[in-house]
């Protein structure tokens, strides 16, 4: 059994390999929606959580929560409730995407004994909007795994070029690095994040990040990242290029804190 303060997965392997080995080991896992296996699909990053434990003489039970940035901004949650109730006290697991469900699973575990202790990591009401932003930041933060690289040669050089001419910060590429990708054959675009942040007035503004890679002539490869947004007085489209993924991060989370 796993020990109850540890989520029950590896720290290194990649999201898709979790997501594989979560559905395949869970008894229920054909009772989940078609449409959230689906959306799992597109998951870029994963977090897991011990939420709750109890151990008593004869029953281990454990819940975690697992969450998914996907690849559309958007954040998913799946419960896994482990206990040992299979044959020989063999470890079981079960999912559910509600968390009233997995209590509810949970409760109909025999409890047997009442000598043991339990561990709750929540109060029992819904999880807060700002814990969720928190855990969505903290799965930004680390890096997205490295997908493989689809160079199209497709007047790469004029699109960089273009990328260039509509990006409106102070801070944007130079001339050099102007000249530089004029030497671009090939190109592959890949986006990074997309998410709705509220802003002042009870308005909300879209932030897009992308990455355009260009794979130059003398073999040595350039990306762009293109932050999209309209966090701007007026709502209006407005764009911003940087030449590092950091200093465009920045710039978001810099926009998005304008109220």
């Not at 986006?191 to 879209?206: H, I, N, T, V």
């Amino acid at each position: 059994m796993n020990d109850p303060q540890d989520p029950p997965h590896d720290p290194y392997e990649t999201t898709e390999t979790q997501v594989e080995r979560l559905l395949g080991r869970a008894l229920n896992s054909f009772d989940l929606p078609d449409s959230t296996v689906e959306r799992l699909e597109s998951a870029l990053a994963h977090s897991s959580a011990l939420h709750s434990s109890h151990h008593s003489a004869s029953l281990h039970r454990s819940t975690y929560r697992h969450t998914y940035l996907l690849s559309d901004g958007t954040a998913l949650s799946l419960w896994e409730l482990v206990h040992n109730t299979g044959r020989d006290g063999a470890e079981q697991h079960e999912l559910y995407v509600e968390e009233a469900e997995a209590r509810l699973a949970a409760s109909r575990l025999p409890a047997g004994p009442s000598l043991g202790w339990s561990v709750e990591r929540s109060d029992g009401t819904p999880g807060d909007e700002e814990d969720d932003l928190e855990a969505l930041s903290a799965l930004l933060a680390r890096p997205i795994p490295t997908q493989p690289r689809m160079y199209v040669p497709d007047n790469s050089a004029d699109h960089a070029r273009r990328v260039l001419r509509r990006a409106e910060n102070p801070d944007r590429p130079g001339e050099a690095a102007a000249r530089r990708l004029r030497l671009a054959f090939a190109h592959h675009i890949t986006q990074a994040f997309g998410r709705q942040c509220p802003m002042e007035g009870g308005r909300d503004a879209g932030f897009t990040l992308y990455e355009h890679q260009f794979l130059l002539l003398d073999g040595s490869e350039v990306s762009l990242w293109e932050v999209e947004h309209t966090a701007t007085p007026d709502g209006r489209h407005m764009c911003e290029v940087y030449e590092d993924e950091r200093a465009a991060r920045e710039a978001m989370e810099s926009r998005s804190r304008v109220r």
